[in-house]
């Protein structure tokens, strides 16, 4: 149906694809049971957060200077960005855009 995109520093760095599935807020919840795992392995929030602004700043760089990434470091970069939006570190509308893939036919 269109993808998921993740904007650092008004650049794209990564895409994921959605459709009837994989909808951005399938994404969202992803991103809560990541956190929440974190937390059961004795991570408190604050430590968490710490760790999120860190991974996006390496990874954002990373992807500005075309080094290359792996896609575990997608998703991780992803399930970050979605939980600093959630405790309102980041403003959504800076880093998410959702893309349709439908193209349509201009009419005159």
Known sequence: ???????WNDILVSKHKTNSKLTYDYYKKKSD????DGMKRGSNISFIKQQSLFFVQVFGNRRINKEKVSSRDHVF???SILF??????????????LCSKKRRKCRS
Not at 84 to 97: T, W
């Open 1 to 7: 149906m269109g993808d998921l995109c993740l904007f």
């Open 77 to 79: 970069f992803l399930y």
């Open 33 to 36: 049971i990541f956190i929440i």
């Open 84 to 97: 600093l939006i959630k405790i309102g570190i980041y403003d959504e509308d800076d880093f998410v855009f």
